[in-house]
Structures are given as C-alpha cells and as structure tokens.
C-alpha cells in the first residue's frame, strides 16, 4: 500500500503539489489522472525520493522510500523511460541493474519475455522506437519482481496492440496482489484498465474515487475529467 500525506512541493512560485493525501491499495489498478502540469511526475518523483518535498511523506507499506532496505524489490518504478543510455542494448542497461541489485542474470531473460522484447534485447536503446523504450522500462521496473509499481504514462507511443498487451499486464500484475499505480492522459483506455482515480488538477486532489463514481451521469470517463478539470491547466 502507497500513503501520501499532506505531499506538497513548491518550485518557486509554482506549487506543484499542494497538500495532497490520498493511499493506494493493492490488488487493482489506480489511475493517477489530471491535466498537463496537474504535478503527476512531480507526485511520483516525491514518491520515489528524487524531489524533496516542502512538506509532507510517501510511504511504502509504512517506510519511505529511502529507508527501504532494497527498494528495487518493493517498489519498480518508471518515470522517464527515455532516460536510459541510448549507447547500451536493451539487454545491457537491464543486466547492468541486475547486476548492482544483486538480482541473477536469468531474471533479466524472464523481464525481456513478460514486455515481449527479446528479439530487440541486443540492439541498442537509442534505436528504439518510443514504444520498445517503453516496454524496457517496463522491464527494469519488474526486475526485483516489487509489490508496488509506479508508472509515468506508460501507454505513451504503444501501438493498439501494446495498448492491449500493457492492459492485460497490469490487470495481471494487480491481480497477483500488486499495488499498481499508473499516470495517464487516455481516458478511453483508463476506464478499461483501472478500477481507483486519483485526479488532480493545479497539484491538489479533485477526486479520489472509482471509474463510475467519476462518469456518473457523463456520457463517458473523457467528459467527466474535463468537466472535473476545467481551468486546471497551468
Ligand atoms: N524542475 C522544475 N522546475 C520548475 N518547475 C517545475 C519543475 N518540475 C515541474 N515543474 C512545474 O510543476 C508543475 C507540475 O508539473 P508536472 O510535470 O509534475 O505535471 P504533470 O501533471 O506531470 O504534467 P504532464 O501531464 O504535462 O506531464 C508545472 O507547473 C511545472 O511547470
């Protein structure tokens, strides 16, 4: 489980995050929803101790993140799938954390299998198209095989069968008892997916609900969130 407490971020005059709270359960898939620079990647930079936070904390099952004894087994995380070294192969930039992880090679073989990359594991990342990046984020934030995943967009650049397979993945991942937690801007494809919303808009929380508690009379998940969100953009 993910508790976010009074989470809040400033950047000079910005408030990125501004007081949030809300807790992620495991066993479904949640949505972490809201217009560009609601402060999602903010939230989830917080979550994984690479922001400080103004005020407030993330916990992991009651630890932050950085007094977690080996985070790569509870909490897999990707934020910006083309951070990687685009002079490595796939195989490679996962070998290399497996490696620094104590984590054994073979699970590096079994990750590229569960993201369906391992004809292109020996070809570098910077010919990767948006949607192999991706998928080998993916596989890095699966290595340590962690109870808890964070994802940042994850559907960006999939094509409609990578939709398909990354929806399948994570309803499997949840059902295996996970907390999944997933930012998005698909609206069709998070009503087939999650099951909890989290929405936020100017850094604060708008709704903290299910996928039918927010359509409620919209025609669909789309129209409530931009009823919701209306002049939440920055
Ligand atoms: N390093 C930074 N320095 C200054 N301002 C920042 C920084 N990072 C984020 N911000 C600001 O914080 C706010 C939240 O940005 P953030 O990237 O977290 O939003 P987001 O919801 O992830 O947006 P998007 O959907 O467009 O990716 C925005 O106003 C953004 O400009």
């Known amino acids: 489980m993910i508790d976010i407490q009074h989470l809040t971020k400033r950047y000079g005059r910005t408030i990125a995050v501004d007081d949030l709270c ?6 479904h898939v949640t949505a ?3 217009p560009n620079g609601a402060g999602k990647s903010t939230t989830m930079r917080l979550m994984l101790g690479l922001d400080r936070p103004a005020h407030g904390d993330v916990r992991f099952d009651g630890k932050r993140y950085e007094h977690l004894h080996r985070p ?13 070294h685009g002079g490595r192969s796939g195989y490679h930039h996962l070998l290399w954390l497996a490696q620094s992880n104590r984590l054994p090679k073979a699970r590096v073989k079994q990750v590229l299998e569960m993201v369906g990359l391992p004809d292109a594991a020996r070809r570098r990342v910077s010919g990767y198209s948006l949607g192999m990046t991706q998928r080998l984020g993916i596989a890095a934030a699966l290595l340590g095989d962690p109870p808890v995943l964070l994802l940042d967009e994850p559907v960006n650049g999939l094509d409609p069968e990578g939709i398909v397979w990354i929806r399948h993945l994570l309803k499997e991942l949840a059902g295996q008892g996970r907390t999944v937690f997933v930012s998005s801007h698909f609206m069709a494809e ?15 929380l708008l ?13 669909s998940l789309e129209e409530a969130f931009i009823r919701l969100t209306a002049g939440g953009q920055r």
């Open 22 to 27: 809300f807790t992620v359960k495991p066993g």
């Open 32 to 34: 972490f929803l809201g």
């Open 72 to 84: 790569l087994h509870t909490v897999g995380a990707m934020l910006e799938a083309r951070s990687m």
């Open 190 to 204: 998070t009503a087939l997916t999650a099951q909890h919303l989290i929405v936020i808009g100017r850094g604060r």
């Open 207 to 219: 709704a903290d609900t299910t996928v039918p508690g927010l359509i409620g009379e919209s025609a």
